[in-house]
């Protein structure tokens, strides 16, 4: 069973278009909810993050939007990019003993920003 | 460089003939741990590591073995290979999480297993 469920499986946006990727969870328990993002070839890298105390997060062009109630957060790409092109995963984390967050990931977005 | 590193890279087996990928950290990281990625799936963990001699099961153990000897290394050990387990597997490491900063995990290049 998912934890995680993402959506879209797969987004074509055009050049400075906004990407928008959007993930929901069950689990009232997830604290930590990051973004990777991995490029062909390569493994996961962290992109953003946020905790559920705030809504909004914005790093440069990228933005996390949280919705506690609705237990849904999102990840939005403004002005997209050609080098945007990559596949998203969306996460969450549950707090365990001595400080241990075990990931749960969601099942990607593969993004391609047209050029 | 503060990185992870997988060998090997690419593999081509077939079915029933052990072998090990290979997982190193440079970064003094307590946890480590191993996922399969699958299209449509996303990243799912195999096992983890919270320090050397302390390993446990994630959501995909069966047919894997893990070994945490060194704080550096953990090695996945597949003891009899099966086509099943044609994946793409990334090795990640991190600090035990404390603090608002949550867990970011370090990942591997991957490694692309196909069993024949």
């Known amino acids: 069973q998912q934890q995680v469920k993402q959506s879209p499986q797969s987004l074509i946006v055009q050049k400075g278009g906004i990407s928008i990727i959007n993930c929901a969870y069950e689990n009232t328990a997830f604290d930590y909810f990051p973004w990777y993002q991995q490029f062909p070839g390569k493994g996961p890298a962290l992109l953003i993050a946020i905790r559920p105390d705030v809504s909004e997060k914005k790093e440069g062009r990228f933005t996390i939007s949280f919705n506690k109630s609705a237990k849904q957060f999102s990840l939005h790409i403004m002005d997209s990019q050609p080098g945007d092109s990559a596949t998203y995963f969306c996460a969450a984390s549950t707090p365990g003993t001595i400080g241990f967050q075990k990931l749960v990931f969601g099942t990607g977005t593969r993004l391609l920003v047209s050029p | 460089e503060a990185q992870v590193t997988q060998n090997p890279r690419y593999l081509i087996t077939v079915t029933g003939k052990k072998l090990t990928v290979t997982c190193s950290q440079n970064?003094?990281?307590?946890?480590m741990s191993w996922y399969r990625q699958d299209p449509g799936l996303g990243l799912r963990q195999i096992y983890y590591?919270?320090?050397?001699?302390?390993?446990d099961k994630g959501d995909v153990p069966e047919g894997y073995k893990v070994s945490r000897k060194e704080k550096r290394n953990f090695p996945l050990i597949l003891e009899s290979p099966s086509p099943n387990q044609t994946s793409l597997y990334f090795c990640?490491?991190?600090?035990?999480?404390?603090?608002?900063?949550?867990?970011?995990?370090?990942f591997g290049p991957g490694t692309r297993l196909t069993v024949l």
């Open positions: 970064m003094n990281h307590e946890y």
């Open positions: 990640a490491s991190s600090l035990l999480p404390s603090g608002p900063h949550g867990n970011e995990q370090f």
């Open positions: 590591s919270m320090n050397v001699e302390v390993t």
